[in-house]
């Protein structure tokens, strides 16, 4: 069993930031990736950034230049750095840790941009 637990989300006005940390139960390294997903009221989980195991970043087109994903294996912790937040960037966060075609799942912490 794998554990993920989210943090760090909260309530920000536009242009804000946030920095959500998603923390492991086990070595990061052992995941072939890990990523940060959203899911905003009404529509489907979205992809937003991913860090594979040989250090290999990914954005989502909507978050790129803004959001920067980072890992710390000793503390075995995944971070989100979000900057200048928008309104669209609401939704509930989640982290994801995928091995092979097993994949886990935090219980997601919410960020809300609004003014």
């Known amino acids: 069993q794998v554990d993920l637990v989210e943090s760090g989300g909260g309530s920000v006005q536009p242009g804000g930031s946030l920095r959500l940390s998603c923390a492991a139960s086990?070595?990061?390294?052992?995941?072939?990736?890990m990523a940060w997903f959203r899911q905003a009221p009404g529509k489907q989980r979205e992809l937003v950034a991913s860090?594979?195991?040989?250090?290999?970043?990914s954005y989502a087109d909507s978050v790129m230049g803004r959001f920067t994903i980072s890992r710390d294996g000793a503390k075995k912790m995944v971070y989100l750095q979000m900057d200048s937040l928008k309104p669209e960037d609401t939704g509930i966060y989640f982290c994801?840790?995928?091995?092979?075609?097993?994949?886990?799942w935090g219980q997601g912490t919410q960020v809300t941009v609004s003014s």
């Open positions: 994801r840790a995928q091995i092979l075609s097993s994949s886990y």
């Open positions: 086990e070595n990061i390294f052992n995941f072939n990736v």
């Open positions: 860090i594979n195991v040989g250090g290999r970043l």
